[in-house]
């Protein structure tokens, strides 16, 4: 009986991709698996597993020699960011908290498998003095930082304000924009010109989001932390971004404790593509921002990855 239930939910996987919107026609669409997981969500308990390798995506040695320092590089937009780059010639450090410890190990084989190297950070973000720790034990372990990715979050959705405890709150914003803080400041002791500092900002900064009061505030927060720490470090050759992605199918999703099974299961079917984005369509975006070949003249900016128009 239970390997009927998987061969139908199978089916229906393959079924709703080919009818995906626009004629693309690839990528997993809603319905999903009914599934949730405790926090903090782990990437190889997810059905279907998000997809990171990008085997589309052609290298072109932009960031040899590198050396990036992504949080929450275990899963989702994080471990596709560090494939990647690693891809393109950087070595990679990746934080993760020490439960995402499998998640993490898979990243670094992948990274290692395309000839570059990669150091484990396990900790806890909302701890500036880890915080410092991972800038310089990636120096010490590299000889160098030149890529800062702040990508770690945290989201829970809840129904109204009076519900929101003040330890919900300060958790979101410890993890989402305090960390952001602590790593920028100490990573531009050590960055040189032609580096660069990318934040992972959402829709919800822009737009806001129905539940996701603490989450959207604090990326908001983050678009103006990105815009104002552009116009201080552009002075020292250092470009400062964010990515605001729309829904992505990670782990952060799974293991939001206001986002119920039947909900995941539909999870990203209003955008216009009628399904979430894959962390691999996310990914090249991180990479345009790190090239200096690439987006040398830009900084501040917030990039929308939304899938969706802004109007109407």
Known sequence: ????VVRRRNAAHRSSASRNANGYGREPAPPFPRQHQSHPGLEFKMH???????????PASKLEGKVALITGGDSGIGRAV???????????AIVFLPAEAKDAEETRRVIQASG?????LPGDLTDPAFCDSCVQKTVRNFGRLDILVSNAAYQNRIPSIAKVTDEEFDKTFKTNIYAYFYLARAAAKHL????????????????????????????????????????????KGIRVNAVAPGPVWTPLNTADRGHPARKVSQFGKD??????????????????????????????????????????
């Open 1 to 4: 009986m239970k390997q009927a």
């Open 48 to 58: 279907p597993r998000p997809r990171f390798t990008a085997p589309r995506y052609h």
């Open 82 to 92: 560090a494939t990647l780059y690693a891809r393109e010639g950087a070595d990679i």
């Open 271 to 312: 955008t216009m593509f009628h399904r979430p984005a894959q962390p691999e369509e996310i990914a090249p975006a991180y990479v345009f921002l790190a090239s200096e070949a690439d987006s040398g003249f830009i900084t501040g900016v917030v990039l929308e990855q939304m899938g969706k128009t802004t109007s109407g």
């Open 192 to 235: 040189q010109p032609g580096s660069a500092i990318i934040a992972t900002s959402s829709e919800t900064g822009l737009e806001g989001s129905d539940k996701l009061l603490a989450y959207s505030a604090t990326k908001g927060a983050i678009n103006a932390f990105t815009k104002t720490l552009a116009m201080e470090l552009v002075e």
């Open 116 to 120: 570059r190297e990669c150091l484990l």
